[in-house]
């Protein structure tokens, strides 16, 4: 801080300045009094004065760093990435939580895995659409000639084996994700029924889990690799088959021209090698598709495992935290009440010390004064009255103390019972936003696919699918 130049002229003509100093510091003002030494208060307006420059200094530079362009810019953009992680943080806590609520709640992740066959039960069906329209189209193509109507038969026919043949995988497909919807649902409440048996085990297993799942993420990179080599192999074949089909059709159209019984040794062979190639493609279908259900199968299990883990380890955690309190509040309480009891007691001491000051007294007074009966009387009735008083009145206050302990443990039990109830309330609150959230993320057209009895009778009216839902079972048919 630096002074100003006039100090010393100030300071010799202070003896001539006969009124009281007076400075600001700030927007108060102080007057010094007058009986106060010179020399303080040329020191005081000295600070002050110096400290106002400071002050000064700092406002300037203020107003100059919000008047700058890049500090504001600078502030603005800290403001803006301040609030985006904000937005993010909610966000993930927010996926998170449904996350958790998924997987607590054993009807959503009901309603998942249903959800997941309705989707592939809409696949198959458009698949059988399509089979349906291109067999109406090739019945309809029937006039062109009869020429083209031996290829179309001959394609009708492959086409009717193919449909056959998707039926019978399909029927296959949906008796097996019946068979595994049942079996995750005897394995939960297998898991459920065992779950407090395997507490002990939680740390351990959890390690071994970690482990394995390491082993089963490179195992399942590997597999997916070999998936992806048998999956371009089978496009491959596929597509070969495909070319030498229409080169052989087409062969064999020429040579049904030329002799009606070449074509039917051809046709035989044909439908030999049909047979075969479709045995090797329905072969090389089902072991992909068993290794992929397997590899993902396993994946849940090893989720569902560690979260129940965690689940049982939460909850083993809540009620020890909750057993603590209980055990709290259960010594608080027998601690008042002790103290209770020793400061009655000590109450009841202390009278009957007062008690016996006072038959001390009596019996002196009754030394003295033996001639005297009916004061002696008059005392003794006295003393009786007072016993008598002192110990209603200790009777009234411990009746006083029960009822008071008794309606406090009956404030904390409904207090309990109207916590515990709302917080029952908000999980099936959370419960069926979450399931209404899970329908409406899924396309509309998935919603009839599901069971019959999956979706309550305010979900079928909130999505309007009872229409819908009559005209899958009517054309559920074969075309």
């Known amino acids: 801080m630096t002074t100003g130049t006039g100090d010393g002229a100030q300071q010799r003509t202070w003896g001539r300045n006969a009124l009281p100093a007076i400075f600001i510091s700030g927007k108060p003002k102080f007057i010094v009094p007058s009986d106060v030494p010179q020399i303080l208060d040329f020191q005081s307006r000295v600070y002050s004065r110096n400290l106002m420059a400071d002050l000064g200094t700092l406002q300037r530079s203020d107003e100059l760093s919000k008047e700058n362009p890049m500090h504001r810019e600078n502030f603005e953009k800290a403001a803006i990435s301040h609030e985006l992680m904000e937005i993010k943080r909610a966000e993930f806590l927010e996926k998170k939580r449904r996350q958790q609520l998924r997987n607590d709640c054993e009807g959503l992740r009901t309603l998942e895995e249903q959800l997941r066959s309705a989707a592939i039960a809409k696949d198959?069906?458009?698949?059988?659409?399509?089979?349906?329209?291109?067999?109406?189209?090739?019945?309809?193509?029937?006039?062109?000639?009869?020429?083209?109507?031996?290829?179309?038969?001959?394609?009708?026919?492959?086409?009717?084996?193919?449909?056959?043949?998707?039926k019978e995988e399909q029927r296959k497909l949906r008796e097996s994700l019946a068979l595994q919807i049942e079996e995750n649902r005897l394995r939960r409440q297998q898991e459920a029924a065992e779950k407090f048996s395997q507490r002990e085990l939680v740390n351990a297993r959890q390690k071994q889990i970690e482990e394995e799942d390491r082993a089963e993420q490179e195992e399942r990179i590997r597999q997916k690799a070999v998936d992806r080599l048998n999956t371009l192999q089978f496009m491959q074949e596929k597509r070969e088959f495909q070319e030498m089909e229409k080169a052989r059709a087409r062969e064999e159209l020429r040579k049904l021209l030329e002799t009606q019984s070449e074509v039917e040794d051809r046709?035989?062979?044909?439908?030999?090698?049909?047979?075969?190639?479709?045995?090797?493609?329905?072969?090389?279908?089902?072991?992909?598709?068993?290794?992929?259900?397997?590899?993902?199968?396993?994946?849940?299990?090893?989720?569902?495992?560690?979260?129940?883990?965690?689940?049982?380890?939460?909850?083993?955690?809540?009620?020890?935290?909750?057993?603590?309190?209980?055990?709290?509040?259960?010594?608080?309480?027998?601690?008042?009440?002790?103290?209770?009891?020793l400061y009655h007691l000590e109450i009841q001491q202390r009278k009957l010390d007062e008690l016996q000051v006072k038959r001390d007294e009596l019996a002196a007074r009754q030394e003295e004064l033996a001639s005297n009966t009916e004061e002696i009387e008059r005392e003794e009735q006295l003393k009786a009255y007072r016993q008598r008083k002192a110990h209603g009145a200790t009777l009234l206050s411990m009746i006083e103390d029960n009822h008071v302990r008794r309606a406090e443990a009956t404030a904390e039990h409904l207090q309990y019972s109207m916590m515990k109830k709302k917080s029952e309330d908000e999980r099936h609150a959370l419960e069926e936003s979450e399931r209404l959230r899970m329908l409406s993320a899924v396309p509309k057209t998935v919603l009839p696919y599901l069971p019959k009895n999956a979706l309550s009778k305010a979900e079928h009216e909130y999505f309007g699918l009872s229409q819908e839902q009559q005209q899958r079972r009517l054309g559920s048919g074969d075309c």
């Not at 458009?126 to 000639?145: D, F, H, N, T």
């Not at 129940?308 to 909750?322: G, N, T």
């Open 267 to 341: 046709k035989n062979q044909l439908e030999e090698e049909r047979v075969q190639l479709m045995r090797k493609q329905e072969e090389i279908s089902t072991r992909i598709g068993q290794q992929l259900f397997q590899v993902e199968n396993s994946k849940r299990i090893r989720d569902r495992q560690l979260m129940d883990l965690l689940e049982a380890e939460y909850k083993a955690r809540a009620d020890m935290r909750f057993r603590e309190e209980v055990q709290e509040k259960a010594v608080s309480r027998e601690r008042t009440k002790q103290e209770m009891d």
């Open 124 to 166: 198959l069906s458009e698949r059988m659409a399509q089979k349906c329209q291109a067999r109406s189209l090739a019945v309809r193509a029937r006039a062109l000639g009869q020429e083209r109507a031996a290829l179309e038969l001959m394609e009708l026919a492959k086409e009717d084996d193919k449909v056959l043949a998707q």
